[in-house]
């Protein structure tokens, strides 16, 4: 089974699984390698920095909710 064009160059989709992932700590040793082999270092930086703000955000919206 092949895979479409967009799914070989690391979609957002598959980055951010990949970075959810990551962030439990578990991961198939076969996922993994297809994500070393589709994800470009530049993509996991980028969807690091966004997942952070919204962490952030989301901290921040529910300190102001609680206070």
């Known amino acids: ?3 479409p064009e967009s799914e070989k160059k ?7 699984r990949a970075l959810l992932w990551a962030l439990l700590g578990v991961r198939k040793g ?3 390698q297809k994500d070393v082999e ?9 969807g690091g920095l966004v997942a952070i703000f919204i962490l952030v955000a989301g ?6 909710w609680i206070v």
């Open 30 to 32: 076969s996922d993994y």
């Open 10 to 16: 690391g979609s957002v989709l598959r980055t951010a």
């Open 59 to 64: 901290l921040i919206l529910i300190v102001n």
């Open 38 to 46: 589709n994800i470009t270092p530049l993509q996991v930086v980028v």
């Open 1 to 3: 089974m092949t895979e």
